[in-house]
T-cell receptor
């Protein structure tokens, strides 16, 4: 079992709709969860982080965390073509270091 | 403020050669981590340095080494390059481990290494 799993996609969403990206993780002791956006040929850009169960909203983005189900998701409201990118879920499990463990990413395409 | 900077942007090396990649963190950040990203995969953790000390090492061979300088910049060295070392090498900086909850990490633009 992979430590962090994501559906690789591609996920196609019409412009203006809600895009829903999902991620599961295997280490039940994980405490910190991050979503990065990566455009083709570029480096990952941090868009959201969440530490506590529940929802965290920032503009059009909402991160949701359910530690009991070991599940974290990212919702993008009012999707725009500029949201087309690969979204990487990352987890920190060990407070001794800051090792981010990434999923393979979900490729999102917003259709105009 | 400037973000994380990395040099060089691109690099082409031959098998067996050595390479040094450089990273400067965001001003005020004391922690630097290195990641390798091959096409189609998420980044893989190589090293983390905080206050010039190694705080973590990923599952990479001893050909990979790193260090952090007093100004918190960092170098990643790779010896005896293999074709499989071709990848995007990413540096990330953060304030540090934090008080129980790690601070978020910000990535630089990366160095694209091609080994022929």
């Amino acid at each position: 079992q992979k430590e962090v799993e994501q559906n690789s996609g591609p996920l196609s969403v019409p412009e203006g709709a809600i895009a829903s990206l999902n991620c599961t993780y295997s280490d039940r002791g994980s405490q910190s969860f991050f979503w990065y956006r990566q455009y083709s040929g570029k480096s990952p850009e941090l868009i959201m982080f969440i530490y506590s169960n529940g929802d965290k909203e920032d503009g059009r983005f909402t991160a949701q965390l359910n530690k009991a189900s070991q599940y974290v998701s990212l919702l993008i409201r009012d999707s725009q073509p500029s949201d087309s990118a690969t979204y990487l879920c990352a987890v920190i499990s060990n407070f001794g270091n800051e090792k981010l463990t990434f999923g393979t990413g979900t490729r999102l395409t917003i259709i105009p | 403020d400037a973000g994380v900077t990395q040099s060089p942007t691109h690099l082409i090396k031959t098998r067996g050669q050595h390479v040094t990649l450089r990273c400067s963190p965001i001003s005020g950040h004391k922690s630097v981590s290195w990641y390798q990203q091959v096409l189609g995969q998420g980044p893989q953790f190589i090293f983390q340095y905080y206050e010039k000390e190694e705080r973590g090492r990923g599952n990479f061979p001893d050909r990979f080494s790193a260090r952090q300088f007093p100004n918190y910049s960092s170098e990643l060295n790779v010896n005896a390059l293999l074709l499989g070392d071709s990848a995007l090498y990413l540096c990330a900086s953060s304030l540090g481990p934090g008080q129980g909850i790690p601070y978020e990490q910000y990535f630089g633009p990366g160095t694209r290494l091609t080994v022929t």
